[in-house]
């Protein structure tokens, strides 16, 4: 991945092994998905997969465009009925929507992936991110605080979640999942099994990406295609 890349170009699965022999685990990875797009380990990583991977999923399905630009549009009352001030957050929100229109205006992967290169637009749109998921995390604060180790929801929100390059927690990505309610395949290279872990957020429900954890980033998987 070039140095100033944020998000890569699709490439190869053995890309991410150069120089390992395949474990029962790497091979299991390039049995099930034919390549990866790399994306920044800077502390951002979740966001920009995930926004990046459900943008790409929807590019050429013009419903489905419009459904989740009018979430992010819906998602704006969110953030105010948490408290945050609109001046706060305005140039996130309005940065975010002039991404999925340029993808409106123009379905194809360049464009997407030219947005999500330009640093400065890919952070306000992180940046948003992180503010919608502080928002859903504290408007439902009864639910979340059990799985919040800090001793204050409001503390851990303004601490890890809406400050940049904070990595992100199981806890953010369920409420990011909900509040925009798009469902996440997260397969995980961690711990001792043998065997990859699956884990689908919210359960049960028909994923729009696929991303891959490895020690504490996120990268977006694609599937082997089915014959």
Excluded at 14 to 39: E, Y
Excluded at 47 to 58: D, I
Excluded at 194 to 221: D, F, K, R, V
């Amino acid at each position: 991945m070039e140095a100033d890349c944020v998000v890569s170009r699709r490439e190869d699965i053995s890309s991410l092994f150069p120089d390992q022999t395949p474990c029962a685990k790497l091979k299991d990875l390039s049995s099930q998905f034919s390549s990866v797009r790399k994306v920044r380990g800077d502390g951002n990583c979740f966001y920009r997969a995930f926004c990046f991977a459900h943008l790409e999923s929807v590019l050429h399905n013009a419903r489905a465009l419009q459904r989740f630009k009018d979430k992010i549009i819906q998602s704006s009352k969110v953030l105010s009925s948490a408290g945050f001030d609109e001046s706060f957050f305005n140039h996130h929100l309005n940065t975010l929507i002039d991404v999925v229109e340029q993808c409106q205006a123009d379905d194809h992967e360049d464009t997407l992936l030219r947005l999500f290169n330009e640093l400065s637009t890919s952070d306000s749109v992180v940046q948003y991110l992180r503010l919608l998921t502080s928002a859903h995390l504290q408007s439902h604060a009864d639910f979340f605080c059990n799985f919040v180790e800090a001793p204050d929801l409001h503390a851990y929100c303004h601490e890890e979640v809406e400050a940049m390059a904070m990595e992100c927690d199981h806890v953010d990505i369920l409420a990011l999942s909900q509040a925009l309610d798009i469902c996440i395949h997260i397969v995980s290279l961690e711990g001792d099994e043998q065997q990859l872990a699956h884990h689908i957020i919210p359960e049960g429900a028909e994923p729009s990406m696929c991303l891959l954890y490895q020690t504490s980033h996120y990268n977006i998987l694609y599937p082997q295609p089915q014959h």
